[in-house]
């Protein structure tokens, strides 16, 4: 049996990096490509994320970043949480994956980005990007470090459509949030989210449209206020657009402040802790959900 080669990707990435197919990349630090660089992937590539606490991150963890005007060019990415021994484990303790664009600013968990011109666009362009047992929850212990706060596990900031070519995201067993998205518009062919820690979906001020599948599982379990949907507003509405034809399936606490539009998906109740559930075809319309004010 051949042994798997391994290499580590550390601090700061410029030019453009090729990720070769039987590769092993780990981060084991805050990596981030830089404005002007390109990760360039081959198809089936996996990048794991150290878990555990980084003292030399600015975030306290391993994180995979992306930031404004940084460029992604891949087939098929995996991108899993990985122990000490640089072996894939199923337990979220990392800082997650980020991608920032130049579209609106945005800011969350200690990280800003600030719009920019058309020049300082970022450039997003995947098949596939699959997330494992990425992001972290609050510490077990109490702590006045906001760096420790939990963090989601796929995060899109400050990213329009031009911005936005990944036809399908995956995300299971986040730390917290599957996929958020602050300040943000982009589409999806297919999006699946599965067990995460917290919500399911979460926008702040930002549109997402997903054309052919959506799948979110959020299977109710003892923890209060995890939901299907969370939208914020404080820079504007959220909008969920689920496109005429696609195929959902959803499960769990729809979410509340929550308004629904769909002749084909049963209506959402405002009550706590109500299990929802919708498997099927949208085959009269788009559907619509979406909220204007705080919830």
């Not at 130049?102 to 997330?131: C, H, M, Q």
């Not at 986040?174 to 926008?203: C, F, K, M, W």
Request: hydrophobic letters at 40%.
């Amino acid at each position: 049996m051949t042994r798997e080669t391994r290499e580590f990707l550390q601090g700061s990435i410029t030019g453009t990096l090729h990720l070769r197919a039987g590769v092993a990349y780990v981060a084991t630090a805050d990596v981030r490509i830089r404005s002007g660089a390109k990760l360039v992937v081959e198809e089936g590539v996996t990048i794991l994320i150290l878990n555990g606490l980084v003292p030399s991150s600015p975030i306290g963890h391993a994180a995979l970043i992306f930031e404004q005007g940084s460029a992604l060019q891949a087939g098929r990415l995996y991108i899993r949480a990985c122990n000490a021994r640089f072996r894939p484990v199923k337990k979220a303790d990392n800082g997650g994956v980020w991608f920032f664009g130049a579209y609106r600013s945005a800011e969350k968990d200690g990280l800003t980005v600030a719009a920019g011109p058309a020049g300082a666009a970022s450039s997003f362009n995947a098949a596939l990007i699959a997330a494992y047992h990425l992001g972290h929850g609050d510490p077990a212990a109490p702590s006045d470090n906001p760096m420790l706060d939990d963090r989601d596990g796929f995060s899109v900031m400050g990213v329009g459509p031009q911005e936005w070519r990944v036809v399908e995201v995956r995300s299971f067993h986040s730390g917290d949030d599957g996929l958020d998205l602050t300040n943000s518009q982009i589409r999806l062919e297919r999006l699946r989210v599965v067990g995460p820690a917290e919500d399911g979906i979460n926008l702040s001020s930002s549109k997402l449209e997903v054309a052919r599948s959506l799948v979110v599982d959020v299977a109710m379990t003892d923890v209060a206020d995890r939901d299907i949907f969370d939208f914020e507003v404080d820079d504007g509405p959220s909008y969920v657009e689920i496109a005429r034809h696609c195929h959902v399936d959803i499960q769990g606490v729809f979410g509340d402040q929550l308004h629904l539009i769909s002749p084909d998906m049963p209506a959402a109740t405002e009550a706590e802790d109500v299990p929802y559930r919708f498997k099927g075809f949208l085959r009269q319309s788009p559907a619509l959900v979406y909220s204007l004010n705080e919830d």
